[in-house]
């Protein structure tokens, strides 16, 4: 068990070396020996970091000399801009587009990189069906009852043992269960804010907040954000005084994967907490870390209970079960108010469900393999679109979650690129989805949660090629 | 097959006749030979009728002389009075008390006379179980999937075949699931108001509505109702140039259990129509009519798609399972974007669970005994209430659903009753939830949907001693 934790560990922190630029292409790593001497650990241990950043395509092995780090290739297409939206909020849903996108929702015969969620291959199914029956029987009535206020006690209990893990330490009473992240956020947004109120998103968004904002009648403010550090903090502080409530996606945001610092968390919730600003945290995709260690959230450096910190097991578990949850700190009593006027209850069996499973080690040892491929994915595509994107393409670099966002050179437009991959076969997110300003037309987000396999290789070559043409 | 219908028929007429006083106590019923002469129908399908009506305590044997129509006790307490809201909005929501009464929601120490669902001993709970277990098998992925937009097919095209029976002519495209009929409700609040808009209501009016209209920052007219006939459509009338929505339940409506009569139901539609303000019509009780037909409902006369139908199963078959659906009408786009980006999807598992229930003919057959246990608790709730409760006690006469509205004294206040009763062990629904006025401090709600025992009598006898000390 020690060693199996330290054999993640060694070849995480070599990985982030290589990632970051701090070991350099064709540099020749220590040799098994070495490495098993330094970390106190057996050769076959040693053994296993390299075969394991090897399949990571991290590190090549040459004969007789050992192991040295591959090309990333990656790593020489340029980061995105910074975006620079207006600083008046600006109202231009592109409610066609979203439509048009949307309705390609769990249509099979198209390759669903405008999706957001990661594909039922990679989901621990035959267990979470095991669970849905298992519920069924230890509810009573067999769940037909309404739940209590709150919401099932062994989801709370079990999401407020995990909160330990991100400095969290909720208590059960301190969290409410909902149908889902976007359920949570509604009804905080429904606490909190009146029409012609203004809130503060990062920018790019994702299109469903955006959709929500505007359906409030709030004004929305995009702020300037920087695709690895996050939300400017210096531009949005200057904001301040015109916000009412703000709203952000610090661990893995769609479509960047950025994770903001720790220091810009306590920042942001110090000067929140000053003006009097309610934070809603979106961490949904919080558990998709590539690096080591699951990273704080904004709630945890929440001393006021200022911080709604919302989450759901939509990005890591199951999408259509709808079952989320949010601490709402001091909003507490207006929120429980608001899931019972609105739903009621939550559907007690797949709660339940989730709540056991969430008990058994099975779900660390999911998400696990879930972090691993999706960072694999990540390289995967990234060494596609090097290969098949037209010149002059950025990417992101995520630090976790399930999208990777694309911007290509000016004149390819994305919305056109969409209509002719479709006719591929091929749905994508174009940029204009994510802000409700004329931003982003040459920008797409691309889902990593589908299986890679050759055939989504030359899905990625297709996209490109067409890209070229446009 | 062709014998069955015709008893339950039979026995329905007769039924009705001896509750509306058109058959008087103590008359003598034909025998069951020329029962069974009349109406074409064998000796052993006449005695049936006569069994049946027994069992139903509506008649009684006399030795060598045949069938007597039993005292209806009840029928001697007086209906409730019309009520007389103010004709200005108010707004003073008791909280303090809904939060109170709904905090023993799920309290298995408790006699809840206070919720508004069936109790699990009437529900088809193991064939319920097995619907969720094929569930998790027939859906791809196992129901991990988010759903399409307008939700699971089979509960949608179920519900549309089902509204043939009450004129609704659905298709399976009219229709977007939910979480629940007050999600429902909520959707269509959201897509159609802005704060300061006027909402009209029946009074008394369930508590969730209200809280609803308040939270979304409506004015609320409480319109008088009739506790038969329901609305008072002359006052609703002069009402209209001032309100923007109405929102009604004509199908035995909680708490006062009456069934709008077509003709009104059909003026409604007309006179809202006529001033272009939508109708949200709960129909959640519609199916738990004690009738011998489905009653229409207002959609039945709906040519403009000006109503919008909302319902669920929360009060027929499973509360905790979270399936409603709303027919929007001309609203239909509006609906379904609110929907997405308040829940995205609904739980998959459970929605195609309730579309396979209602595929069977199970769900007739439950619904059938359903009605008539809540037929049955009806008479013993109202002969109960006779014997024990104080004199000048006030009793509604549902027509269906699954309340009973009672009118103490004025001198009587519900609020008070409540705090002993909770003392005892029993929970009721005071009046003063029902309304933003102070109004039905003497009134409270009984729920019929608990299993009749002689406990249960012995807990409304209790309730009765304690009503008669205030």
Redesign the interface.
Known sequence: MKEDFLYNRIAQNIANKIKTGVLKTGEKLPSVRILSKEHGISINTSKKVFLELESQSLIQSKPQSGYFVSPLHYLKLPLPETSKPSLVADNREP?ELIDRV??N??N?ELTLFSIG?PS?NL?P??K??KE??LA??S???????????LGNLKLRRMIAVRSLAWGGALKETDLITT??C??SI?LCL?ALT??GDTIALESPCYP?IL??AV?M?LKVLEVATHPVSGIDIDAFEQLLPEINICLLVPNFNTPLGYCMSDENKKRIVTLLEKYNIPLIEDDTYGDLYFGTERPKCCKSFDTTGNVLWCSSV?KT??????AGWVAPGKYKDQII??K???????????HEAVGNFLMTGRHDNHLRRLRKTLQQNYQHYALAIVEYFPLGTKISRPQGGLTLWIEFPVEIDTTELYNHALKNKISIAPGRMFSLQNQFQNCMRLCMGLPWTEDLKLKLKQLGNLAKMI
């Open positions: 409610n949307y309705s929702m769990g099979h969620v039922g989901l199914l035959a979470l069906k849905i029956v069924t029987r509810l009573k009535d067999g769940g037909t009852e309404y739940e209590s206020l149908n889902g976007m359920n509604a429904m009146k029409p469903g959709q929500l359906s009648g939509s578990l199951a999408p259509g079960y709808r108010k608001l019972l006027i609105h739903s009621i209850s939550s559907s007690a069996i797949i």
